[in-house]
């Protein structure tokens, strides 16, 4: 199984990035999906998630902000950040939404103010 992050970048404040993430070796219409990112100094932590039936869960730090997708024919799933802030600068991960397969080098988002 491979999980390949893109589209990570530097974005300001009030802006947009819209991050990829694309699997292959994976059941993907089998699985939950979800997005993770890590702070340098922070542990890991949960962004949002997306289920086979499109239901999805979004941290209350990102509410309202972020939104989750998923592509069943391109096998990819999605994260839209909108109005990103300074806080939201890190590497975001995608993996299972039970993290049990092996991560991917993630995706460098840096949010100037």
């Known amino acids: 199984v491979q999980l390949q992050a893109s589209g990570g970048g530097l974005v300001q404040t009030g802006g947009s990035l819209r991050l990829s993430c694309h699997t292959s070796?994976?059941?993907?219409?089998?699985?939950?999906m979800a997005w993770f990112r890590q702070a340098p100094g922070q542990q890991r932590e949960f962004v949002a998630s997306?289920?086979?039936?499109?239901?999805?869960r979004i941290a209350d730090s990102v509410k309202g902000r972020f939104s989750i997708s998923r592509d069943g024919n391109a096998n990819t799933i999605y994260l839209q950040m909108n109005n990103p802030k300074p806080e939201d600068t890190a590497v975001y991960y995608c993996?299972?939404?039970?993290?049990?397969?092996?991560w991917g080098q993630g995706t460098l988002v840096t949010v100037s103010s």
């Open positions: 997306i289920r086979k039936g499109d239901d999805t």
């Open positions: 070796g994976l059941a993907f219409s089998l699985h939950s």
């Open positions: 993996n299972g939404a039970k993290q049990t397969l092996s």
